[in-house]
């Protein structure tokens, strides 16, 4: 992870501990911790349980690598947020971020940020 990508995911931790935090991110996009459990495959009762905190880091990382992404390069949170749940991606039918991180391909929203980051626009 680079610095500044570093620095936004740090954003996603309560308090300066070593997990990602469930609600920290569920606020940053302005879901519903049920929702974000869906999506991220793991069950309500394990965002909050603190024996599944490391389980809840792994499943969050990729969300928040794409989060923190989109918001080193919309320049700020709320508009990575609105991007991530409202923007078509090209290629994928009018599916949005959400969509596609929903359905298990948090890797192709990456590598499309990633190829917008190295200037392939599409």
């Known amino acids: 992870m680079t610095t500044g990508l570093a620095l936004s995911a740090a954003a996603f931790r309560e308090g300066g501990g070593p997990y990602l935090s469930a609600r920290r991110v569920s606020e940053k996009l302005g879901l519903p911790l049920s929702e974000l459990a ?6 309500r ?3 909050t349980a603190k024996s599944g905190a490391r389980r809840v880091d792994a499943a969050l990382s990729p969300l928040v690598r794409i ?3 989109a918001t080193e390069m919309a320049g700020d949170e709320a508009r990575a947020a609105i991007w991530f749940k409202h923007q078509p991606l090209p290629g ?3 599916r949005t971020a959400l969509d596609l991180v929903r359905d298990g391909k948090s890797e192709a929203v ?3 940020l990633e190829s917008l980051r190295a200037g392939v626009y599409a």
Do not use: H
Not at 38 to 43: C, E, L, N, Q, W
């Open 67 to 69: 989060v923190a992404m």
């Open 110 to 112: 990456l590598g499309y």
């Open 92 to 94: 994928w039918g009018g």
């Open 38 to 43: 869906a999506m991220i495959g793991v069950a």
């Open 45 to 47: 009762t394990t965002l």
